[in-house]
């Protein structure tokens, strides 16, 4: 198990839909391992393999509170079959997107099927932040940002501050 380097724009990696994965074998496991002692790391409650320069289909999540039982969770080829016409709002962050945080609004609930480390397909419904979690990871597989659903003029704004941090970090 290894924690890896979760990437920041500029790197033009998180702009790019992820492959789909054809065989879930040792190499996606191993994979799976280190995407979750990074994200227990960082800390998060979710992350996308692309993340870690990995431009592969596979997301992992643990919503449960510091009180709670972890509930560790690895989607494979993760995709969003049904999705609630209700709406809810939430603040996100993003660990590719460090120090911003602003809000986006997603359907409440969505239905997501993939497919688990055995390979087996599932289908499962998410709700509340379990929802907000797993439609911001499944973004990642498409290249997608949360700061990409705001305003143009906000998002130039963010990533230019996420950029010039980036480029101080470099030169330290
Ligand atoms: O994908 C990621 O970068 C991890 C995200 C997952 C996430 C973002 C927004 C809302 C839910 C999940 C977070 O950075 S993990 C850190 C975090 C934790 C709780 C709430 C918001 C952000
Ligand atoms: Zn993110």
Redesign the pocket.
Known sequence: MAIRKIITPPNPLLKKPSLLVEEVDGRIRALVNDMFET?YD???????AV?VGEPLSVIVMD?AKEDEEPRPRALINPRIVWAAEEERE????????PDI?DK?VRPARVKVRYLDLDGQPREEEFAD?DA??VQ??ID?TKGIL?IDYLGRLKRERYLKKVIKKAKQAQEA
């Not at 960082?42 to 996308?48: D, E, K, Q, S, V």
């Not at 939430?90 to 997107?97: D, K, N």
């Open positions: 994200m960082a800390p998060g409650i979710g992350l996308a993340q919503t939430y603040e996100e962050g993003c660990l590719s997107v945080y986006v932040m907000t979690c911001h990871e990642h949360f």
